[in-house]
């Protein structure tokens, strides 16, 4: 009778345990569809801080190779924003801050890193090393995650056609507006390839929760400030 008891006890905190675990994964699961994912959240916003201070010390050494004292001074200076740019890449670091991405329409705003790689990418937004920086003339992409690590992409579905994304950098301000959504497999590297013109192209992956697909949002240069 006292075994049958203890057998009792033990699969009632059985129970209890495996009931509160099941809450616990449906709260983070619901709060992942919602919203993005909790854990990983805490994580990425350490990072963006830390990239935020990357960004500041790559600025000064940007200032101190370009001579001048701030952008006010660079802007006001003989150099063009293909020299600026040129001058900056030479600076850049894989994995810190390069500047930031602003798009008011789906609320966003973030230090963008320079680097796609899997740990790059926990930190925010990564700019693709293979394509040009802004004020060069060509092609810039940037990568972003949906659903970890702030998931600062994860509206990327609803940035509409003649919305503005803002690239502030060091050296120039730079404004895009967008010409159009595409969805291809991540095989078609094509999406980011030069076409004559400076463009800005984001990607991230789609549908949420995969990585079978790539969404990309393509957007023309159309001021520098």
Not at 12 to 26: C, E, F, K, R, Y
Not at 175 to 186: F, N, S
Request: glycine letters at 8%.
């Amino acid at each position: 009778m006292r075994n049958h008891c203890h057998l009792r006890r033990a699969l009632h905190i059985l129970s209890t345990a495996l009931i509160t675990a099941g809450i616990v994964v449906l709260v983070d699961v619901g709060m992942t569809l919602a919203w993005k994912e909790p854990v990983s959240t805490i994580y990425g916003s350490i990072q963006q801080g830390k990239a935020s201070e990357s960004l500041e010390a790559l600025e000064q050494r940007f200032f101190d190779r370009a001579n001048v004292t701030g952008p006010n001074e660079l802007v006001q200076g003989t150099g063009t924003d293909a020299w600026a740019a040129r001058i900056f890449e030479q600076e850049v670091r894989t994995g810190e801050g390069i500047g930031r991405i602003k798009i008011p329409e789906i609320e966003l705003e973030a230090v963008v890193v320079q680097g796609t790689d899997t740990s790059t990418l926990q930190k925010g937004p990564g700019h693709y090393p293979s394509t040009a920086f802004p004020g060069q003339g060509h092609t810039v992409a940037i990568a972003g995650h949906r659903t970890t690590y702030l998931a600062p992409f994860r509206k990327i579905n609803e940035i509409s056609d003649g919305d503005e994304v803002v690239i502030e950098m060091p050296y120039r301000t730079f404004t895009y507006e967008v010409e159009g959504h595409r969805i291809v497999d991540p095989f078609q590297v094509g999406i980011i390839r030069d076409v004559g013109y400076e463009r800005l192209v984001l990607t991230a992956c789609h549908p949420l929760y995969s990585a079978a697909q790539r969404w990309a949002v393509v957007a023309r240069l159309t001021d520098v400030s």
